[in-house]
């Protein structure tokens, strides 16, 4: 995690956890905008709150975590406002 954060402080939050029931979800939103785009059955969500990451994307080593528990063909999207 240290090549991919710059730094960590109370935000660097890391959050995983299942629906009910499956949900349709966008894969990008923005606060400021309507919802739309490209969307994607959820069926568990892992989020990485850090706001001091050094580049976009999900952190590799998450990634390695979440694929051996939850499979290989994960789908990543980004939420931001």
Do not use: N
């Not at 935000?11 to 949900?23: D, G, H, K, M, S």
């Not at 952190?59 to 939850?70: D, E, Q």
């Amino acid at each position: 995690m240290a090549d991919f954060l710059t730094g960590e402080d109370h935000r660097t939050v890391l959050v995983c956890f299942a629906p009910a029931r499956p949900q349709v979800r966008p894969l990008a939103a923005d606060d400021s905008a309507e919802p739309g785009g490209e969307v994607h059955p959820v069926r568990t969500c892992v989020v990485h709150t850090c706001k001091r990451a050094r580049r976009y994307g999900p952190a590799s080593p998450i990634t390695a975590i979440a694929a051996r528990h939850l499979g290989p063909d994960l789908v990543t999207g980004r939420t931001w406002g």
